[in-house]
């Protein structure tokens, strides 16, 4: 994935994690959600599919590995 569509979607990752803050760390739930946790979660609400979800991720932490040696 180019850098622009993969900085973007860190992005997209980060206000998703901002929109739903009330409920990943509300009063209903007690338990702080970490980034890696929410990663996931970000990618089953986009695809509403496991295996989209997951072929997604995938795909994301390969991008991510690949740019981390990169820069």
Sequence with gaps: MEWKRFKDKIFDIY???????????????????TLNEHIIIYFVDETKTRAKAEEKLVNCLINLKYYYDFW
């Design 15 to 33: 206000y998703h994690r901002i929109r739903h803050a009330a409920e990943l760390n509300g009063a209903a739930n007690t338990n702080y959600c």
